[in-house]
């Protein structure tokens, strides 16, 4: 495969969209935020977004929202990454490597059913009096 | 400590970003023998005196996490330059912007592995304060040189917001495609005698 341009990009998104439009949405209104401060980063949370890409994109979804923020106050469990599926509680998810990645997307997103060995509960002290208490 | 000279990366151009910057230019330029980078932003900038404090691992502006004493990201990054007679430098104004420029001696034993680029620049380009990301990279050895150019916008000019996985596992067969280009002209790396 050689470099692709800017209009090659343009039409394999056109091709994808058209085959998106076949199926049924899974995974629409989910979303994943991977921490990605500096003690994310030192643990391994691109890899872990890496490996969330590679995952949705193996079991063919599409539609999950996949964002980063910035350190969420659990630097000793990093990676770590949050997790918001309509009907189901929002999680924070620790110590997160590929096999973990691959549970959470099976279990989580697909299966809605939550990956409870590596729950680490709510964002630390210091950032829930930031937005209220959450 | 990070491990890859792509998490040091990762690491301060989220820092411009951060910064509240319109536009952040990151350049890299690869050599035989150096990796050369630069991070441009047109962010809020420091005075003299925060411009010397950022480079305190026990200093940190306190505005994300209040009571952290720590702000270990830019401190990390000048002792990996050091320890590979890299170089590092600093130059804000405040109000107008932050440059930073920094260098890997990639013969050197110390230097830490390159890492994966395009999963590297996805993270940056998806990021969601970053409104304009260009990326200049350039690979020049004796086998040859190559480089290539990108633009946030433009990219999501083509394909929509970068932040659902259809369209960031798109953008990567984008970049791991322009990444593949430069390896013709790739070398191993010998660490030398010194």
């Not at chain 1, 872990?48 to 923020?69: A, G, M």
């Not at chain 2, 910057?21 to 330029?29: A, D, G, K, N, Y």
């Not at chain 2, 440059?99 to 830490?112: A, V």
């Amino acid at each position: 495969m050689g470099r692709m341009t800017l209009e090659e990009l343009r039409k394999l998104r056109d091709e994808k969209q058209n085959a998106l439009q076949k199926r049924d949405i899974e995974g629409k209104d989910c979303r994943v935020v991977v921490g990605m401060g500096t003690c994310g980063i030192a643990a391994g949370a691109k890899v872990v977004l890496d490996t969330f890409l590679q995952i949705l994109d193996e079991n063919k979804i599409e539609n999950v929202s996949v964002t980063q923020t910035g350190c969420m106050g659990l630097c000793y469990v990093e990676p770590t990454i949050e997790v918001f599926v309509p009907g189901m509680p929002n999680v924070i998810y620790g110590k997160v490597d590929a096999a973990t990645v691959k549970k959470i997307v099976e279990q989580h997103i697909i299966g809605k059913s939550l990956v409870t060995d590596h729950m680490f509960d709510r964002p630390a002290a210091d950032i829930i009096s930031k937005d209220g208490g959450r | 400590m990070h491990v890859f000279i792509c998490d040091f990366l990762l690491d301060i151009v989220q820092n411009s970003f951060e910064a509240e910057s319109r536009r952040v230019e990151l350049s890299l330029e690869e050599t035989d023998t150096r990796l050369v980078c630069q991070v441009r932003d047109n962010g809020k900038g420091m005075d003299e005196a925060v411009k010397n404090r950022v480079l305190d691992p026990f200093y940190t502006d306190g505005i994300k996490h209040v009571k952290r004493k720590v702000g270990l990201g830019l401190p990390f990054l000048i002792q990996a330059c050091e320890a590979c007679n890299g170089d590092f430098s600093l130059e804000s104004e405040l109000g107008v912007g932050t440059t930073i420029s920094f260098s890997f001696n990639l013969n050197h034993m110390d230097t830490p592995p390159f890492g994966d680029l395009p999963s590297t620049i996805l993270v940056l380009m998806s990021h969601p304060l970053a409104e304009e990301l260009l990326v200049k990279r350039s690979l020049a050895t004796c086998k040859g040189s190559g480089e290539y150019e990108l633009s946030k916008t433009e990219l999501e000019d083509v394909l929509g917001p970068l932040n659902t996985s259809g369209t960031l596992n798109l953008l990567k067969e984008f970049l791991v495609s322009q990444e593949e280009d430069l390896k013709q002209f790739y070398i191993e790396h010998t660490l030398s005698k010194a």
